[in-house]
């Protein structure tokens, strides 16, 4: 029954932006048939830490294939100040070969610096292994090498992206906020890709980042997390960070258990205060939702069953874990929470501050009052793969400072149903609109447009429709139109993941009563999101300006 | 104001508790969706929420005949806060159903003897979504969204909508 489909995998490293697409041989239905060849990398460690350097020093990685297929392996090589010098380039390695991959940190100035190195395997297997990235970091004290054109304190060249087999010559652009930024190389910009992704769900923005056990070098990089503007704290799959030794929050005795609803479903499990390390940003110690995957925590509670439908796996999701950034630094007033024991749970009304899952957002030093979302326009006819940037902070580093927007205050009062919502006017009738890379439509009612006939609720005209609405600030008078597209969802091709021009009914409803304005919209261009209690030079958040 | 609203919410938290070992005892066979009209009172109950109001009578003009098809709308807050709204037939069952608010209410309620089609429906994992659902069942069709802090969802069954109701176009 299981088809395996042909996925772009997608690897970043800072100043070289690769796409690769995975070779899955055609292996049919049958389970032992994928068993019998396939190429599994693994690579240990998952980190290099240099500390402290007084001057140049080398540090190895083992990359083993541990399957009983050759895996085609490539090694992204870093920037200065990393460097690679054993082991870099693409190559094959046959069942059981170990190849040590050596980085040099040759920093010429002083201070610390990171950087994620991307080692990929184009036809292995789980798709996990596909892109694993390294997270390598260093402080020097002085300069220990001779700065060179390419030195740490120049902007590399604008990362570029290039695909490797299905369009050869294709380069993706990446989007760019109006002030020219130093992307890629700066610690705020989190890279993030719209793929199929290891589950083959459209327009998803993943990105990866690092998890710790707090206080302890037990790290791993979680890939193919979703940038959702429409949640606020960090989840992770419990299967993703099982063995690190990440343990539930404990209040008085009892275990810290949460359950927080989504439009289409619920996530339960434990609040766990974990090391998070997010672009290049200084490590941040937040409580996060570890959702339950793996029968580790309590049962979830029937406060958490009785509505919604639990999200209860990777694959059913589509992601690995979700970085929720929206305007709200917790998500306190939305979720539940319970005292736990490993049998059962009971409402913990007043949770302590410190298991409160926390908007990672709010929790860095500095680029704490938004996020940017920076995403470039595509073809009308979809493409295959594309690459965004998140910016965290509005204003705040060289790269984050809004050019000429249009800030649409959001509604502030959290006791308002249209709390967070600017004013989406459409065909005349005025609803609550929201901003939310987490959906991956536009999702609005109008009976006169034709649903799929899957029922999947997806809009299927039967030719590609121009559609507008305009938002409104909440307070004072700024409006705008958007014009949009929205085509025939049967016709999108399955060998595309990134759409602009994707839709579907908003609540089932034939009358217009919201707008999510989900991951198209965000295509072409850098969207500003203000969070709740800051302000920056657009405004008091909560807004969004674009 | 918040620490009011968690205490509150842990009253009705305890109360919903109690509400349903209660509804379980005297509720009819049938309630929520396809349930009788007569069993909203108990639908309530269930879910710790009151009727609001009286029943809100509304016509639909058939979009077929001139003559106008009319059908009940009874709201009310179920214990955890959502905004519930059934639709009846005057004399027949509950076809429809709407919520809204920050958290589901308890669908196994709502949705009646169409829970377990909710529930073993799947959406085609093309259409996965995390703020986005639709769940279309043998007979009924549920869609949900929203983003965290404010969610809505609609279901219904078109075959036990009144002749000439539309329930897509009545559920708001």
């Not at chain 1, 919201?514 to 209690?533: A, E, I, K, S």
């Not at chain 2, 085609?124 to 969204?145: F, Q, W």
Request: hydrophobic share 35%; with cysteine.
């Amino acid at each position: 029954m299981k088809s395996l489909v042909t996925r772009a995998a997608l690897a970043f490293a800072v100043g070289a932006l690769t796409i690769a697409t995975a070779a899955f041989a055609q292996q049919g239905s049958d389970p032992a048939a994928v068993k019998a060849s396939i190429a599994h990398m693994t690579l240990a460690p998952r980190s290099i830490g240099f500390g402290t350097v007084k001057k140049v020093e080398t540090r190895s990685i083992k990359v083993k294939n541990n399957g009983n297929a050759d895996a085609n392996v490539t090694v992204v090589a870093p920037v200065a100040p990393f460097s690679i010098t054993e082991g870099g380039g693409s190559y094959s390695l046959v069942p059981k070969q170990v190849q040590i991959v050596s980085v040099q940190f040759a920093p010429t100035a002083a201070g610390p610096a990171s950087q994620e190195m991307a080692i990929q395997c184009a036809n292995c297997n789980p798709a996990s292994d596909e892109i694993i990235t390294i997270h390598l970091s260093g402080n020097a004290r002085a300069p220990a090498a001779t700065p060179t054109t390419t030195s740490a304190g120049t902007p590399t060249a604008t990362p570029t992206a290039t695909m490797a087999t299905a369009t050869p010559t294709a380069t993706i652009a990446t989007a760019t906020p109006t002030a020219t930024p130093s992307q890629g190389t700066s610690s705020n910009a989190l890279p993030f890709s719209v793929t199929a992704g290891p589950y083959n769900v459209p327009n998803q923005g993943l990105a990866s980042i690092s998890v710790c056990a707090t206080g302890t070098s037990n790290c791993t990089i979680v890939n193919d997390v979703l940038i959702d503007t429409g949640s606020f704290g960090l989840r992770i799959f419990g299967s993703q960070i099982n063995g690190l030794g990440i343990n539930p929050n404990t209040d008085g005795g009892s275990e810290v258990g949460e359950c927080a609803f989504f439009g289409s479903g619920s996530t339960w499990g434990a609040v766990s205060t974990v090391d998070v390390n997010i672009a290049g940003e200084p490590t941040i110690t937040i409580p996060i939702q570890v959702i339950d995957d793996t029968n580790a925590f309590a049962p979830a509670p029937r406060d958490c069953t009785q509505g919604t439908q639990l999200m209860s796996s990777p694959s059913e999701t589509g992601f690995n874990g979700l970085l929720g950034i929206g305007e709200v630094s917790n998500d306190l007033i939305f979720t539940d929470y319970f005292d736990c024991s490993a049998e059962r749970c009971s409402s913990l009304n007043n949770p302590p501050n410190a298991d409160v899952v926390l908007n990672p957002v709010s929790s860095f030093p500095i680029d704490n009052n938004g996020v940017v979302v920076s995403l470039p326009a595509i073809p009308a006819s979809g493409q295959e793969a594309t690459i965004g940037t998140l910016y965290f902070g509005i204003g705040t580093e060289s790269n984050n400072h809004p050019g000429a927007v249009k800030t649409y205050s959001q509604d502030s009062n959290p006791n308002d149903e249209s709390y967070l919502d600017v004013d989406t006017v459409y065909k005349g009738t005025t609803a609550g609109g929201f901003f939310d890379t987490g959906s991956n439509g536009y999702f609005f009612n109008d009976s006169s447009i034709d649903e799929c006939s899957d029922g999947s609720g997806y809009y299927c005209p039967a030719a590609t429709l121009s559609e507008s609405a305009t938002n409104k600030s909440v307070s004072g008078s700024v409006s705008g139109a958007v014009t949009f597209k929205v085509a025939n969802a049967d016709d999108l091709s399955s060998n595309d993941s990134a759409f602009d021009n994707l839709g579907g009914t908003y609540d089932g409803s034939s009358a217009y009563d919201g707008f999510d304005w989900g991951l198209p919209f965000f295509f072409g261009r850098t969207v500003y999101l203000g969070m709740q209690g800051t302000s920056s030079s657009l405004g008091a958040g909560p807004y969004a300006a674009y | 104001m918040k620490i009011v609203s968690i205490a509150a919410r842990k009253l009705t938290l305890t109360a919903l508790l109690a509400g349903c070992l209660l509804a379980a005892a005297v509720s009819p066979v049938r309630a929520g969706l396809g349930g009788d009209a007569t069993s909203i009172e108990s639908d309530a109950a269930a879910m710790q929420g009151k009727l609001s109001q009286a029943p809100k009578l509304e016509q639909e003009q058939s979009a077929t005949s001139n003559q106008s098809a009319p059908y009940s709308v009874h709201t009310f807050v179920s214990g955890n806060g959502a905004t519930v709204r059934e639709y009846a037939a005057p004399a027949g069952p509950v076809f429809a159903v709407a919520w809204q608010g920050r958290r589901p209410p308890d669908l196994s309620v709502l949705l009646g003897s169409y829970y377990a089609e909710y529930t073993a429906a799947s959406q085609p994992k093309r259409h996965a979504n995390l703020h986005h659902a639709v769940i279309t069942g043998p007979n009924s069709i549920v869609v949900m969204g929203g983003h965290m802090g404010h969610l809505v969802g609609r279901a219904y069954v078109p075959s036990l909508a009144p002749s000439g109701v539309d329930p897509k176009a009545v559920v708001k």
